[in-house]
Protein backbone atom coordinates (compact mmCIF):
# COMPACT_ATOMS: atom_id res chain seq x y z
CA UNK A 1 0.00 0.00 0.00
CA UNK A 2 1.58 3.12 -0.80
CA UNK A 3 2.40 5.95 2.10
CA UNK A 4 2.60 9.66 1.86
CA UNK A 5 4.55 11.27 4.14
CA UNK A 6 4.23 14.89 5.19
CA UNK A 7 6.79 17.72 6.49
CA UNK A 8 7.21 21.49 6.82
CA UNK A 9 4.31 22.74 7.98
CA UNK A 10 4.02 25.31 11.13
CA UNK A 11 3.24 28.55 12.22
CA UNK A 12 4.19 31.69 10.05
CA UNK A 13 2.94 35.21 10.29
CA UNK A 14 0.75 36.41 7.63
CA UNK A 15 2.81 37.47 4.25
CA UNK A 16 5.31 34.61 5.18
CA UNK A 17 6.41 31.59 3.24
CA UNK A 18 6.54 27.93 3.85
CA UNK A 19 7.58 24.38 1.50
CA UNK A 20 5.35 21.68 2.31
CA UNK A 21 6.79 18.63 1.27
CA UNK A 22 5.65 14.60 0.33
CA UNK A 23 7.80 11.62 0.20
CA UNK A 24 5.69 9.29 -1.85
CA UNK A 25 6.86 5.44 -1.16
CA UNK A 26 6.09 4.83 -4.88
CA UNK A 27 6.88 6.23 -8.40
CA UNK A 28 4.34 9.14 -8.42
CA UNK A 29 4.76 8.67 -12.06
CA UNK A 30 2.90 5.72 -11.75
CA UNK A 31 -0.25 7.57 -10.41
CA UNK A 32 -3.02 9.80 -12.58
CA UNK A 33 -2.06 12.97 -10.79
CA UNK A 34 -0.54 14.06 -7.01
CA UNK A 35 -0.85 17.40 -4.86
CA UNK A 36 -2.44 18.69 -1.86
CA UNK A 37 -5.82 19.28 -0.49
CA UNK A 38 -6.28 21.38 3.17
CA UNK A 39 -9.24 21.18 5.52
CA UNK A 40 -9.73 24.30 8.08
CA UNK A 41 -11.94 23.02 10.82
CA UNK A 42 -15.64 23.08 10.05
CA UNK A 43 -14.63 23.39 6.46
CA UNK A 44 -15.07 20.34 4.10
CA UNK A 45 -11.42 19.10 2.65
CA UNK A 46 -11.03 21.31 -1.32
CA UNK A 47 -8.26 20.80 -3.68
CA UNK A 48 -5.38 23.43 -3.21
CA UNK A 49 -2.87 22.00 -6.33
CA UNK A 50 -2.13 18.82 -8.21
CA UNK A 51 0.20 18.01 -11.33
CA UNK A 52 -0.92 15.09 -13.39
CA UNK A 53 1.62 12.51 -15.17
CA UNK A 54 2.32 14.82 -17.84
CA UNK A 55 3.30 17.65 -15.81
CA UNK A 56 0.00 19.98 -16.21
CA UNK A 57 -0.43 21.81 -12.64
CA UNK A 58 -4.11 23.12 -11.66
CA UNK A 59 -4.25 25.54 -8.81
CA UNK A 60 -7.78 26.62 -6.31
CA UNK A 61 -8.44 30.09 -7.53
CA UNK A 62 -7.37 31.40 -3.82
CA UNK A 63 -4.36 30.03 -4.20
CA UNK A 64 -3.04 30.99 -7.90
CA UNK A 65 -0.20 33.34 -7.86
CA UNK A 66 0.97 32.94 -4.33
CA UNK A 67 1.45 28.42 -4.61
CA UNK A 68 3.65 26.13 -6.54
CA UNK A 69 3.40 22.47 -6.81
CA UNK A 70 6.33 20.66 -8.05
CA UNK A 71 7.61 17.90 -8.38
CA UNK A 72 11.44 15.63 -8.23
CA UNK A 73 12.36 14.17 -11.47
CA UNK A 74 13.12 10.73 -9.83
CA UNK A 75 9.45 10.45 -9.03
CA UNK A 76 9.65 10.30 -4.95
CA UNK A 77 8.67 13.83 -3.49
CA UNK A 78 5.91 16.18 -3.95
CA UNK A 79 6.27 19.92 -3.17
CA UNK A 80 4.13 23.00 -2.50
CA UNK A 81 5.77 26.07 -2.01
CA UNK A 82 3.98 28.80 -0.74
CA UNK A 83 4.46 32.83 -0.75
CA UNK A 84 2.58 35.35 0.78
CA UNK A 85 0.65 33.27 3.02
CA UNK A 86 -2.79 34.71 4.68
CA UNK A 87 -4.73 33.48 7.24
CA UNK A 88 -7.31 31.99 5.44
CA UNK A 89 -4.73 29.49 4.30
CA UNK A 90 -4.66 27.92 7.88
CA UNK A 91 -5.42 24.18 7.66
CA UNK A 92 -4.61 20.95 7.65
CA UNK A 93 -2.74 20.10 4.77
CA UNK A 94 -2.52 16.84 3.03
CA UNK A 95 -1.28 15.22 0.22
CA UNK A 96 -2.37 12.88 -2.31
CA UNK A 97 -1.78 10.59 -4.87
CA UNK A 98 -4.70 9.59 -7.27
CA UNK A 99 -4.73 6.56 -9.94
CA UNK A 100 -8.61 6.25 -11.40
CA UNK A 101 -11.19 6.43 -8.56
CA UNK A 102 -8.70 5.55 -5.80
CA UNK A 103 -7.02 8.34 -3.88
CA UNK A 104 -4.02 7.44 -0.86
CA UNK A 105 -3.49 10.09 1.62
CA UNK A 106 -1.04 11.45 3.78
CA UNK A 107 -1.49 12.02 7.76
CA UNK A 108 -1.57 15.96 7.07
CA UNK A 109 0.71 18.74 8.18
CA UNK A 110 -0.60 21.87 9.97
CA UNK A 111 -0.23 25.44 8.86
CA UNK A 112 -1.22 28.20 10.61
CA UNK A 113 -0.98 31.99 9.78
CA UNK A 114 -1.12 34.64 12.09
CA UNK A 115 -2.40 37.89 11.35
Known amino acids: QVQLVESGGGLVQAGGSLRLSCVVSENIFNFNAVGWYRQAPGNQRELVASINVGGRTDYADSVKGRFIISRDNAGNSVCLQMASLEPEDTAVYYC?????????WGQGTQVTVSS
Open 96 to 104: FANILSRFA
